[in-house]
Nanobody
């Protein structure tokens, strides 16, 4: 099991940027693929982005590609989500998740791919 703690959320105006961090502890961070999800009030948890264990493979939800960038620093046991050109519809609680699977397929976009989750960080975008 790996413990995950998100940070970096907050209130930002539309068009602004935020960088979320996800600090991991407990197991070898580089053994886990990482994902970011978000959940707005009254909505289901939604896939945002994925990064493989080495960082060589990334995947994004269509609506975020080009605005969001996922990265990781295995030496610092941390994953990041850079969010640019934020829109009010990006308002949600953002969660990072760690997955131990070594085969990457379409399931990486579903919560069931991941084993461990952080507590989430609130992102609010004002218009």
């Amino acid at each position: 099991q790996v413990q995950l703690v998100e940070s970096g959320g907050g209130l930002v105006q539309a068009g602004g940027s935020l960088r979320l961090s996800c600090a991991a502890s407990g197991r070898t961070f580089s053994s886990y693929a990482m994902g970011w999800f978000r959940q707005a009030p009254g909505k289901e948890r939604e896939f945002v982005a994925f990064i493989s264990r080495s960082g060589g493979i990334t995947n994004y939800a269509d609506s975020m590609e080009g605005r969001f960038a996922i990265s990781r620093d295995n030496a610092k046991n941390t994953a990041y989500l850079q969010m640019n050109d934020l829109k009010p519809e990006d308002t949600a609680v953002y969660y990072c998740a760690a997955g131990s699977r070594t085969t990457y397929d379409s399931t990486l976009r579903s919560p069931g791919f991941y084993d461990d989750w952080g507590q989430g960080t609130q992102v609010t975008v004002s218009s």
